[in-house]
């Protein structure tokens, strides 16, 4: 078990496994004098040629050449010109690959003087996760893993979340590559998104 800041080496795998091992981690965004550190708590696997949701599906363009690697990096793009998508690259370098956050909720809010402020924010769904992060096309191409990385960095669980209380089921809000079971999810948490049928997948059991 990885403890502190996830190092490059946690997202230089693949990126279902990565997915699966960021529910119950923490993303820690600092902006404007404050750090806003939420619990992750969905996300969605994305591959590269083998994968027709992709944006790689097709190899590398202007727009997702950061999701060929080197992993850790941030790709953030902009969907249907309506909000912002935040994905982290994984996999090994020249091979495309990235996971989408897609739920989380905000535990804790710093502000520039240490003090904690109260918040109970449920980022549930893609945009409101970017828009409570104050996440944007800013952001894209950010090294979370380098050891000046300040602006976003990725941590281990402090809760603990055992993979029995993960679930797993296709992948929503696609037309292409349904099929693929590559979304994963804290069973039960009100921040994940979806309706109740797409939230009823099966429970993972660590091996």
């Not at 279902?16 to 981690?25: E, K, M, N, Q």
């Not at 190899?59 to 790709?75: D, N």
């Not at 710093?110 to 952001?139: C, F, K, Q, S, Y």
């Not at 960095?153 to 590559?182: A, L, W």
Request: proline share 4%; hydrophobic share 35%; net charge positive.
């Amino acid at each position: 078990m990885i403890s502190g800041t996830l190092p490059r080496r946690f997202f230089a795998r693949a990126s279902d496994d990565v997915a699966r091992d960021l529910i119950g981690s923490h993303i820690v965004v600092r902006s404007k004098g404050r750090t806003l550190r939420a619990l992750i708590v969905e996300t969605e696997a994305y591959g590269g040629v083998d994968d027709p949701a992709s944006h790689a599906f097709r190899g590398p363009t202007p727009r997702c050449e950061v999701m060929f690697g080197p992993a850790g990096f941030l790709y953030v793009y902009r969907s249907y010109g309506v909000h912002w998508c935040m994905n982290v690259v994984t996999e090994t370098t020249g091979v495309a690959g990235a996971v989408l956050l897609r739920g989380a909720v905000i535990e804790t809010m710093t502000n520039e003087v240490g003090n904690l402020e109260p918040v109970a924010h449920l980022l549930r769904g893609p945009g409101t996760l970017t828009r409570g992060l104050a996440i944007d096309g800013a952001d894209n191409g950010i090294d979370c893993c380098a050891r000046t990385a300040r602006r976003v960095t990725f941590q281990s669980g402090t809760n603990n979340v055992d993979h029995v209380h993960v679930g797993n089921s296709p992948r929503i809000g696609i037309s292409k590559g349904q099929e693929r079971r590559s979304r994963y999810f804290l069973v039960g948490h009100r921040a994940v998104s979806g309706s109740r049928s797409q939230n009823e997948g099966d429970p993972l059991h660590r091996s």
